[in-house]
C-alpha cells in the first residue's frame, strides 16, 4: 500500500543531544513537509521540500535541520540548539493531488 | 501573509444532531485550495474534504459537507448526524498563495459527541 511511514512513533533524548526522524513515501510525490504539534495546538511548518536536493524553512526553523538527497525520504534533526523540542511531529507530502498525506507522526519527549 | 483561524476551541454535539464548525482565511489570491482534517487521539490527520476557490458548488462528502463563502472567506464544515466516532479535533487548512505547495493549518476544534 502507499504511503507515509514515519519512524520511530515514540523518541526519548537527553539533553544536548541531536536526534533523527525518519520520514518516508512511496506516493512518489515531489513536495514533502515537517510539522510541529504541540498538546491542544495547531500545526506549525518546520521545513519543505519541493524537490530533491532543495528545501526551504518553514515558520519555526530554529533549531531544525532536514535534507532531501532522495524523492522517497525527508528525514527532520532535531538538534541541541532546539531548546524546547518535545512536541509531535507530523510528516506530510504532496502532489498534483489538493490535499497533503500525512504519516502517523513521532512523539519526542525531552528526558 | 496566508491566514487561517478558528475561533472555537471546543464544541459539544449530541449524537445524531449536525454541527458547524467554523473557520475563516485571509489570502490575496485568486487560487487557492481549502481543506479539512479529522485528528483523533492518536494523532493521525485524516483528510476530510476539499474545496477549490473556483468551485461554483460546495463540497460535500458522505456526512460532510464544506460551506464555502468566498465573499465572506469562510469555509464552515458542517457535520450531519454526528456519531460517537465523530469525537476528535478538527483542522481547517489552505494551499496557495505565492507558493502554491505550502499548507497553512489553524488552530483546531476538539469536537466532542455526546451519547
Known amino acids: 500500500d502507499g504511503g507515509i511511514t514515519q519512524s520511530p512513533k515514540y523518541l526519548f533524548r537527553k539533553e544536548g543531544q541531536n536526534v533523527t526522524l525518519s520520514c518516508e513515501q512511496n506516493?512518489?510525490?515531489?513536495?514533502m513537509y515537517w510539522y510541529r504539534q504541540d498538546p491542544g495546538q495547531g500545526l506549525r511548518l518546520i521545513y519543505y521540500?519541493?524537490?530533491?536536493?532543495?528545501?526551504q524553512k518553514g515558520d519555526i526553523a530554529e533549531g531544525y535541520s532536514v535534507s532531501r538527497e532522495k524523492k522517497e525520504s525527508f528525514p527532520l534533526t532535531v538538534t541541541s540548539a532546539q531548546k524546547n523540542p518535545t512536541a509531535f511531529y507530523l510528516c506530510?507530502?504532496?502532489?498534483?493531488?489538493?490535499?497533503?498525506?500525512f504519516g502517523q507522526g513521532t512523539r519526542l519527549t525531552v528526558v | 501573509a496566508q491566514k487561517i483561524t478558528q475561533t472555537q476551541p471546543g464544541m459539544f454535539v449530541q449524537e445524531k444532531e449536525a454541527v458547524t464548525l467554523d473557520c475563516t482565511y485571509d489570502?490575496?489570491?485568486?487560487?487557492?485550495?481549502l481543506f479539512w482534517y479529522k485528528q483523533p487521539s492518536s494523532g493521525e490527520m485524516i483528510f476530510l474534504i476539499y474545496?477549490?476557490?473556483?468551485?461554483?458548488q460546495n463540497a460535500t462528502e458522505g456526512r460532510y459537507s464544506l460551506n464555502f463563502q468566498k465573499a465572506r472567506k469562510s469555509a464552515n464544515l458542517v457535520i450531519s448526524a454526528s456519531q460517537l466516532g465523530d469525537s476528535a479535533m478538527y483542522f481547517c487548512?489552505?494551499?496557495?498563495?505565492?507558493?502554491?505547495?505550502?499548507?497553512?493549518f489553524g488552530s483546531g476544534t476538539k469536537l466532542n459527541v455526546k451519547p
Open positions: 489570502t490575496s489570491d485568486p487560487s487557492y485550495g
Open positions: 474545496q477549490g476557490s473556483y468551485d461554483q
Open positions: 506530510a507530502s504532496s502532489s498534483a493531488s489538493p490535499e497533503a498525506f
Open positions: 521540500s519541493q524537490i530533491v536536493n532543495d528545501f
Open positions: 506516493l512518489n510525490h515531489d513536495a
Open positions: 487548512a489552505m494551499r496557495g498563495g505565492y507558493n502554491f505547495n505550502k499548507f497553512y
